[in-house]
């Protein structure tokens, strides 16, 4: 059967998180159950937790099944011979009306050794964020496993980590190892390798409704954590219609299109790509074929689309795996 070449949707998974509000539906139109809801998996190949797609031809059907089905020409060859039939990506909304716990995440060697797993490197795009709000990411200068462990033991480890301001369009590039967490206030975007495996370290002495505390990690995050200094905030050109490049590494490329009136990509047809609309609204063209797209969507577009003809006023996040 051919496959039918359309861009896809996939239904939200929603998920509660004691750091959760509202701003997933009030600002991205996600429908929330709750006023505590922290994260929109946007599109998801994590075990238990895997996409549906929510629009076309194979609406219903789970992203792991289409991708079995029809290999080549959802993930692409490239991609193929890389990660085999697993979705290498996992995209997410996150809004954070507290602060997040201050964590990190093992790299391949690590996730692999202790959880069969690849790693967890990501990139945050700030969609929105309070006057006031901040993200943590990295150490000061000169931090050491000794001192580490000695503010942890103090309870005082926000006092050695860098607090940087933020506001909308700001960008942070969070490789495997690197310390961070999420200030309230903040809602982003977040691109990451396919793995679920956070190391909380500090939690701010939050506890839930039972006043229980959650579970810390920090024994095993001793032998992940990278306490090299890194350039964790990213500047990017943004210049209309045109790729402006982000990130570029071994697990994922992020350019960033400020779409006003029309543009034209071609790509190859070894894999896929994603297209994260975070302001705006506009049309991806496929064929004769005209689709409408909005704020807080994110979009599958198989890697044997090769002409994507965009039109509208938007700024999109465009996504691949060299």
């Known amino acids: 059967m051919n496959f039918i070449q359309y861009p896809i949707l996939f239904n939200p998974i929603l ?12 600002v991205l139109g996600k429908d929330i159950h709750s006023s505590e809801v922290g994260e929109s998996w946007e599109i998801s190949g994590v075990p238990n937790d895997i996409s549906i797609v929510a629009n076309g031809a194979y609406k219903s059907m789970e ?24 979705f290498p990506l996992l995209f997410k909304f996150l809004d954070a009306k507290e602060d997040l716990s201050i964590q990190l ?4 060697l690590l996730a692999q050794k202790r959880h069969n797993s690849c790693g967890k490197t990501e990139m945050w795009y700030v969609m929105q964020a309070d006057p006031g709000a ?8 000169g931090v050491t496993q000794e001192s580490y462990l000695e503010h942890l033991k103090k309870n005082t480890l926000p006092s050695i980590l860098k607090e940087i301001p933020v506001k909308k369009g700001d960008v942070f590039f969070i490789d495997a190892g690197t310390i961070h967490a999420i200030g309230k206030g903040v809602l982003l975007a ?10 909380r370290v500090y939690d701010w002495g939050r506890v839930d409704a039972k006043g229980n505390s959650r579970e810390l990690h920090v024994d095993l995050a001793l032998d992940a954590i990278d306490y090299n200094k890194k350039e964790v905030e990213l500047q990017y050109s943004q210049e209309k219609n045109t790729i402006n490049k982000i990130v570029e590494c071994p697990f994922f490329s992020v350019n960033y299109i400020p779409l006003k009136g029309e543009f034209l990509k071609k790509k190859d047809s070894q894999r896929f790509y994603i297209y994260v609309v975070t302001e705006g ?10 689709y409408q797209f909005q704020k807080g969507n994110t979009i599958l577009v198989p890697a044997l689309i090769e002409n994507i003809q965009l039109s509208g006023d938007a700024t999109l996040l465009e996504i691949f795996v060299s």
């Not at 992203?63 to 697993?86: M, T, W």
Request: charged share 30%; aromatic share 8%; net charge negative.
């Open 134 to 141: 901040r993200v943590v990411v990295d150490f000061k200068e």
């Open 105 to 108: 995440h093992p790299n391949d």
């Open 281 to 290: 609204e506009c049309t991806m063209t496929i064929g004769s074929e005209k």
């Open 190 to 199: 977040e691109i990451q390798q396919t793995s679920d495996i956070t190391y």
């Open 63 to 86: 992203l792991d099944k289409l991708i079995a089905a029809y290999p080549q020409e959802v993930l692409g060859n490239s991609i193929i011979e890389r990660f085999g039939l697993h």
């Open 15 to 26: 998920k509660d998180r004691i750091w959760g509000g509202t701003k997933l539906e009030s």
